[in-house]
């Protein structure tokens, strides 16, 4: 089955302890990218990646890390989490950047940082 | 720097009944359009893409136009069921990087049985 997994898909941590979320897609995607989404703001786009070791800031890229050293996974990282990095995340990947490739979603990790 | 809106926030109404959900951005130089449905604890599932020099695209009882022009998009549903219940949200890509979406905050949507 096509799809993008996000692991895990609920964390707790607190303050300062480092942490990865996974994300994978078995599409043969190029294009993938990391979301996160707040009451009141929407989804925010955090990176971006077009290819294997392309990446791009988003909108929202303070206190996030990424790398892009395989074409199936894309993980995000927070080297020191704060509160305010409290959120759901998810990652999405698509073909490529046509105007005809729409782009598919992980299930979302929900994350609480205390 | 592109803002995109949704009117209403929230919307309940009958089953069967047709609706329209809005959507309006600020800049008119996008790439593409897309409409999305989310349903709670899960992802976003992709509904319609129309791409700009497109006016509409259609999906089973889904319509969605665009009129790049007044910065608008509206996604049109047909007959209207209860699985239809979920959160619509609207997004657009910018020139520079085509996926880079910019989403709508959305319209939360309840059909009552």
């Known amino acids: 089955e096509a799809q993008v997994t996000q692991n895990p898909r609920y964390l707790i941590t607190v303050t300062g302890k480092k942490l990865t979320v996974t994300c994978s897609q078995n599409?043969?995607?190029?294009?993938m990218s990391w979301y996160r989404q707040d009451p009141g703001l929407g989804l925010r786009q955090i990176y971006y990646s077009m290819n294997v070791e392309v990446t791009d800031k988003g909108d929202v890229p303070e206190g996030y890390k990424v790398s892009r050293k395989e074409k199936r996974n894309f993980p995000l990282i927070l080297e020191s989490p704060s509160p305010n990095q409290t959120s759901l995340y998810f990652c999405?990947?698509?073909?490529?950047?046509?105007?005809?490739?729409?782009?598919?979603f992980g299930p979302g990790t929900r994350l609480l940082v205390l | 720097k592109q803002e995109v809106t949704q009117i209403p926030a929230a919307l309940s109404v009958p089953e069967g009944e047709n609706l329209v959900l809005n959507c309006s951005f600020t800049?008119?130089?996008?790439?593409?359009l897309q409409w999305f449905r989310q349903d709670p604890g899960k992802g976003l599932t992709s509904l319609l893409l129309?791409?700009?020099?497109?006016r509409e695209q259609t999906s089973g009882r889904l319509n969605a136009s665009l009129d790049k022009s007044s910065g608008r998009s509206t996604l049109y549903i047909a007959a209207s069921q209860p699985g239809d219940s979920a959160t619509y949200l609207c997004a657009v890509s910018r020139i520079q990087g085509a996926q880079k979406l910019v989403f709508g905050q959305g319209t939360r949507l309840t059909i009552n049985p």
């Open positions: 599409m043969n995607h190029e294009y």
């Open positions: 999405a990947s698509s073909p490529g950047t046509g105007r005809q490739e729409t782009q598919y």
């Open positions: 129309i791409q700009s020099s497109q």
């Open positions: 800049d008119s130089a996008i790439y593409n």
